[in-house]
């Protein structure tokens, strides 16, 4: 039995919450196969694999939409995209259109014509090369089967600011360091330079790995035969400049302007809202690793949470924390709005129950930071980052020692001395200390 892809499909696929690949299957044999693939985190994107001088070849062709939408494709506009790229033997059949798909002219008479009509614009010009963007996605991809947490971000960044230009669409072997540098220097002209500095990163390591692909037994597996042969990011300044520690934390004032805004008189508080405020009330976490937790993670009789701390290259930490009164009913609510989206991570997004996105939670602090220096109630803007600055600082101010402050933060803890002779688990002094930090943010509402 046939079974084409469909929209009804892809969707009961992706509610099984697990990663699998979903095929076109028309009964044409020879003409390659165009391929969903769904992640755990719901992540749908198409691929065409086909056969060429004996190998064969994957290649990303983009996001599924089941509307049309720019930057993504329909099931029509992949099935177009895949025979784009194929090249067809004179007699070989080519699979029909799907229901409702309108025939492309000139799309049987000339196969390899470069497609304009698709998201891919400047896209491969024969079927052995990949795109900027095929070449970041596929970068991401590697994260995450090599159990990177930094994949989803590394995917939306990448997406973000390199998905809407030409440069995406560019054969991978043929940019420039010039066409990377031009790009990298709009985004450090829109006030961005710490974003650019990632960006090169990113795109350094994507081409550093397809370098290295073919005699990588752990390298995805057709970029070998893309014809890469040199990084044109090494070229570029690594733009060091912008990675500067910021030294930003609120004053006593400022924090209770935050803090305010953070237990709004009327109506409900925002998501994103509630989320930071339970992050000051747990000391100032890490805003990934704080998303990643799971209700599994919350332990309500004993009244704490457990964060998984993947900072450096050690394997992951079990990082305790206790939850205090104010804590504890938030983390109730982000239970309880969970189990009705059906999902089990405790800071669950309404798109499928799936993980929020640390964009939307920093995006919501800007918006923040831009209202309270709009009211005059802070000097200077801030960010995520700086609050985390702010809450050690406040502990520091209420007198929580170093060594206390260091294992709420869960930083500083690589030492020999933790690693093999402090197996102290400071429970009684994380409770002591975020009672206090409690007490005094709820003084400033006063």
């Given at each position: 039995?046939?079974?084409?892809?469909?929209?009804?499909?892809?969707?009961?696929?992706?509610?099984?919450?697990?990663?699998?690949?979903?095929?076109?299957?028309?009964?044409?044999?020879?003409?390659?196969?165009?391929?969903?693939?769904?992640?755990?985190?719901?992540?749908?994107?198409?691929?065409?694999?086909?056969?060429?001088?004996?190998?064969?070849?994957?290649?990303?062709?983009?996001?599924?939409?089941?509307?049309?939408?720019?930057?993504?494709?329909?099931?029509?506009?992949?099935?177009?995209?895949?025979?784009?790229?194929?090249?067809?033997?004179?007699?070989?059949?080519?699979?029909?259109?799907?229901?409702?798909?309108?025939?492309?002219?000139?799309?049987?008479?000339?196969?390899?014509?470069?497609?304009?009509?698709?998201?891919?614009?400047?896209?491969?010009?024969?079927?052995?090369?990949?795109?900027?963007?095929?070449?970041?996605?596929?970068?991401?991809?590697?994260?995450?089967?090599?159990?990177?947490?930094?994949?989803?971000s590394v995917r939306l960044t990448l997406r973000r600011h390199l998905g809407c230009?030409?440069?995406?669409?560019?054969?991978?072997?043929?940019?420039?360091?010039?066409?990377?540098?031009?790009?990298?220097?709009?985004?450090?002209?829109?006030?961005?330079?710490?974003?650019?500095?990632?960006?090169?990163?990113?795109?350094?390591?994507?081409?550093?790995?397809?370098?290295?692909?073919?005699?990588?037994?752990?390298?995805?597996?057709?970029?070998?035969?893309?014809?890469?042969?040199?990084?044109?990011?090494?070229?570029?300044?690594?733009?060091?400049?912008?990675?500067?520690?910021?030294?930003?934390?609120?004053?006593?004032?400022?924090?209770?302007?935050?803090?305010?805004?953070?237990?709004?008189?009327?109506?409900?508080?925002?998501?994103?809202?509630?989320?930071?405020?339970?992050?000051?009330?747990?000391?100032?976490?890490?805003?990934?690793?704080?998303?990643?937790?799971?209700?599994?993670?919350?332990?309500?009789?004993?009244?704490?949470?457990?964060?998984?701390?993947?900072?450096?290259?050690?394997?992951?930490?079990?990082?305790?924390?206790?939850?205090?009164?104010?804590?504890?009913?938030?983390?109730?609510?982000?239970?309880?709005?969970?189990?009705?989206?059906?999902?089990?991570?405790?800071?669950?997004?309404?798109?499928?129950?799936?993980?929020?996105?640390?964009?939307?939670?920093?995006?919501?602090?800007?918006?923040?930071?831009?209202?309270?220096?709009?009211?005059?109630?802070?000097?200077?803007?801030?960010?995520?980052?700086?609050?985390?600055?702010?809450?050690?600082?406040?502990?520091?101010?209420?007198?929580?020692?170093?060594?206390?402050?260091?294992?709420?933060?869960?930083?500083?803890?690589?030492?020999?001395?933790?690693?093999?002779?402090?197996?102290?688990?400071?429970?009684?002094?994380?409770?002591?200390?975020?009672?206090?930090?409690?007490?005094?943010?709820?003084?400033?509402?006063?």
């Amino acid at each position: 039995m046939h079974t084409p892809l469909t929209a009804s499909r892809i969707r009961l696929a992706t509610l099984l919450q697990r990663s699998l690949w979903l095929s076109d299957d028309h009964g044409v044999r020879g003409v390659g196969r165009l391929l969903l693939r769904i992640t755990t985190n719901g992540v749908q994107r198409f691929y065409f694999r086909f056969n060429s001088a004996g190998q064969r070849r994957t290649v990303a062709l983009g996001p599924y939409s089941r509307i049309r939408k720019v930057g993504y494709l329909t099931i029509e506009q992949a099935r177009r995209a895949a025979r784009e790229l194929l090249p067809y033997p004179a007699k070989t059949p080519i699979p029909r259109l799907g229901v409702g798909e309108e025939k492309t002219p000139g799309a049987m008479e000339n196969p390899r014509r470069r497609l304009s009509t698709t998201f891919l614009g400047r896209a491969r010009a024969s079927h052995s090369q990949l795109t900027v963007i095929g070449l970041c996605d596929a970068y991401a991809e590697r994260l995450e089967a090599t159990g990177k947490f930094s994949a989803q971000s590394v995917r939306l960044t990448l997406r973000r600011h390199l998905g809407c230009s030409e440069l995406a669409n560019s054969p991978a072997d043929s940019a420039s360091p010039s066409e990377f540098a031009t790009l990298l220097r709009q985004i450090v002209a829109a006030g961005h330079g710490l974003t650019a500095s990632k960006v090169r990163s990113y795109l350094h390591s994507a081409y550093a790995m397809a370098l290295k692909s073919e005699l990588d037994p752990n390298a995805v597996s057709d970029l070998g035969a893309h014809n890469i042969k040199s990084n044109p990011l090494a070229y570029i300044p690594s733009l060091s400049e912008y990675k500067k520690a910021r030294d930003r934390a609120l004053s006593k004032s400022e924090l209770k302007a935050l803090w305010t805004e953070l237990h709004p008189a009327e109506g409900a508080i925002k998501f994103t809202h509630r989320f930071v405020r339970l992050d000051l009330l747990l000391g100032g976490q890490r805003c990934q690793q704080l998303l990643r937790v799971r209700i599994e993670n919350v332990d309500l009789e004993e009244d704490s949470l457990v964060l998984y701390d993947f900072k450096g290259r050690r394997q992951p930490r079990l990082h305790w924390l206790p939850l205090i009164p104010a804590a504890r009913r938030d983390v109730l609510w982000f239970m309880g709005n969970a189990r009705d989206l059906g999902s089990d991570l405790l800071f669950a997004g309404k798109i499928g129950g799936g993980a929020v996105s640390p964009f939307s939670v920093t995006s919501a602090v800007t918006a923040i930071s831009s209202k309270l220096v709009a009211d005059k109630a802070v000097s200077s803007p801030f960010t995520y980052g700086d609050l985390r600055r702010t809450a050690e600082t406040t502990l520091a101010y209420l007198k929580v020692t170093k060594d206390i402050r260091a294992q709420l933060l869960s930083h500083g803890l690589g030492g020999v001395q933790h690693r093999h002779y402090d197996r102290h688990a400071y429970k009684d002094e994380k409770i002591a200390a975020l009672l206090q930090l409690q007490n005094f943010l709820d003084s400033l509402l006063d």
